[in-house]
C-alpha cells in the first residue's frame, strides 16, 4: 500500500506563508482524489482541500483563497501552499487518499 509522509511544517508568524509536501511511497498516478487535512489541539481532524486527478480542486471555506493545492505525478508528492497564515491554522496536517492509511503529519504553528 502507498504511504504518504508530510512536510514542510513549522512556526510562521500570522500573514506569513508555507507549503507543505506529501511524498508517496509509490506512484499516485492511479489515485484519483489527494486530501489534505488537519486537527487542531481539542479539535476533530477537519477535510481542508482536494485535488483530483485532473487537477479540479475544492477547498473548505475556511481557507478558500488562501491556500492552493497541486500534485506532481512524476514525482509523486502532492503539496499545499497555505498564504496569509492565521493562527487559527495552526493544526498537524495530513495528507490522505481514500483506503490509505494517516501519516504522521506536519506541525503547522501560526503566531507571533
Known amino acids: 500500500q502507498v504511504q504518504l509522509v508530510e512536510s514542510g511544517g513549522g512556526l510562521v508568524q500570522p500573514g506569513g506563508s508555507l507549503r507543505l509536501s506529501c511524498a508517496a511511497s509509490?506512484?499516485?498516478?492511479?489515485?484519483?482524489?489527494m486530501n489534505w487535512y488537519r486537527q487542531a489541539p481539542g479539535k476533530q481532524r477537519e477535510w481542508v482541500a482536494a485535488i483530483t486527478s485532473g487537477g479540479r480542486t475544492n477547498f473548505a471555506d475556511s481557507v478558500k483563497g488562501r491556500f492552493t493545492i497541486s500534485r506532481d505525478n512524476a514525482k509523486n508528492t502532492v503539496y499545499l501552499q497555505m498564504n496569509g497564515l492565521k493562527p487559527e491554522d495552526t493544526a498537524v496536517y495530513y495528507c490522505k487518499f481514500m483506503g490509505g492509511s494517516w501519516g504522521q503529519g506536519t506541525q503547522v504553528t501560526v503566531s507571533s
Open positions: 509509490g506512484s499516485i498516478f492511479s489515485i484519483n482524489v
